[in-house]
């Protein structure tokens, strides 16, 4: 069939006085072709209109496509089943797709232009990687510059705020600045409430981002072109990188995944007809400076030295000195490291294991010298009280440590603040009854020393012998 340009030739020349001969030579066409659209007239092909098999049989193809939930598989083999139409699978979809049924036609995809400086994105995304000889999930976050597509990305176990303000941290440190904006996807993470530019974000981590002097956008729901940028690189991540690279474990992986960012950004791409490192020296003037000084991000936990001096965090155990069994102390918890103080001082730091596996972790300067005795722990205020207070409290305090475990001293004061909170002789009465029935729970005891003085204490007045009104006289 010829083209709509070839038609429009056709009657050109025959316009300009040319004949049936003369305008086939010069078109190399048959004097067929030319009478036939010369007696059309038309310069628009005429539309070939062609029976299909399926077309009688559109109404049942939308009732099973209705009854199928939208799986065309399961309407070619009803059709099959039912002997409707003799038609192949091809067949079918060709025709479902010509006729819209159960296909929406493709939107366009938007192009977003960005101006240096102006915004950066950040997403994460699952992926299986070797990691300790294992094979194991781990979740990818990444972080790209959308002018010069200068990509970071790093991997972690998992993905809370604690792991979003450390990556975001040393993104913000390899850029060497952040962008006014920062564009995410609505997540629960970074979001406390509504979607697109409704979003506002969680307090603490919109406190982050002022302080590396950005803030959070987030695109609108369904709109995941927005966000391409960040986006489109993890495909690559995962068939680039991830393919046949195995790690020692995730300091080793983030090591590599840094290493693998300098030399993509370094590296010419035909979309861009430079290198994203380029991009980056002009987009660098208009980045946001980061602060003098950028704190250590960490994660703040309170503990209670064990009868073995050590502390638990995240399933994990870390020695500390034995002088400080039974204290309290604040553990900071960053990327890599467990440090523990003692007020403001540092009293031990461990590196941080990350692993499903429980590990323990012991310094040879938190234990006591070799072939000294046993440390005498000094007894607490609160013990020395229990004890001095004789029976029953001596006795019930001396087997509640026993059976208390790590946590020996929070039972301690709590028994202890009892006696100030309860009179003497009910407390003394409920300790003796929990010690007979071997009830160390406290707060059963608590239930026992509340029962003994609920009708001794709060007695309602009987109102039985009040005179009737009227009988005063």
């Known amino acids: ?9 056709i009657l050109s020349l025959r316009d300009a006085g040319h004949g049936i001969r003369a305008i086939a030579r010069a078109l190399g066409i048959s004097r067929v072709a030319v009478k036939r659209v010369l007696a059309s007239g038309a310069v628009s092909p005429p539309l070939v209109e062609r029976a299909e098999k399926a077309d009688a049989h559109r109404d049942d193809i939308l009732a099973l496509l209705a009854d199928c939930k939208g799986n065309l598989v399961r309407v ?25 049924i159960g296909h929406e036609p493709k939107k366009p995809a938007g192009r977003y232009p960005f101006a240096p ?11 299986d ?71 506002v974000p969680v307090p603490e981590m919109e406190a982050f981002a002022r302080r590396l002097h950005f803030t959070f956008i987030a695109h609108e729901k369904g709109d995941a072109n927005r966000s391409a940028q960040v986006e489109r690189p993890f495909d690559y991540i995962e068939r680039n990188f991830l393919a046949g690279r ?12 840094r290493d693998w960012c300098d030399k993509v950004n370094a590296k010419v791409r035909r979309s861009l007809q430079t290198s ?43 020695s500390v000195p034995y002088q400080l069994i039974g204290k309290a102390v604040e553990v900071r918890e960053t990327k890599d490291h467990i440090r523990v103080f003692v007020g403001p001082r540092e009293v031990a730091a461990h590196d941080k294991v990350v692993s499903t596996l429980k590990q323990r972790k012991t310094l040879a300067a938190h234990r006591p010298p070799r072939g000294q005795a046993a440390v005498q722990v000094p007894a607490l205020p ?33 028994l202890a603040q009892m006696r100030l909170d309860y009179p003497a002789q009910p407390l003394a009465a409920a300790i003796e009854t929990a010690a007979h029935y071997g009830l160390y729970d406290l707060d059963r005891l608590e239930r026992i020393i509340l029962r003994k003085i609920a009708t001794a204490y709060f007695v309602v007045p009987d109102e039985r012998n009040d005179p009737e009104p009227g009988d005063e006289g």
């Open 1 to 9: 069939m010829l083209d709509q340009t070839i038609r429009q030739t």
């Open 76 to 100: 070619h083999e009803e059709l099959e089943a039912r002997g409707i139409v003799t038609l192949s699978y091809p067949a079918l979809t060709a025709f479902c797709r010509k006729h819209g």
């Open 117 to 127: 400086g102006k915004e950066m994105q950040h997403d994460t995304s699952p992926h």
């Open 129 to 199: 990687a070797h990691i300790g000889g294992a094979l194991r999930r781990v979740q990818t976050a990444s972080l790209v510059l959308c002018h010069s597509h200068r990509l970071f990305f790093q991997f972690y176990p998992r993905f809370t705020r604690f792991e979003c303000k450390v990556f975001l941290n040393e993104g913000a440190q390899y850029d060497d600045g952040t962008c006014e904006h920062c564009m995410i996807d609505n997540t629960h993470v970074i979001v406390l409430s509504g979607t697109g530019k409704a979003m």
């Open 246 to 257: 195995k790690f020692a474990d995730f300091a080793d992986a983030n090591r590599q995944a």
């Open 276 to 318: 994203s490192n380029e991009l980056y020296r002009a987009e660098w003037p208009a980045l946001r400076r980061l602060p003098l000084w950028l704190p250590e991000v960490y994660l703040l936990h309170q503990r209670i030295v064990d009868l073995e001096g050590y502390i638990h965090v995240d399933g994990h155990i870390y």
């Open 382 to 414: 609160e013990e020395r009280e229990l004890t001095v207070a004789g029976a029953p409290f001596a006795d019930y305090a001396k087997t509640l440590k026993q059976r208390a475990g790590s946590r020996w001293p929070i039972a301690l004061r709590r």
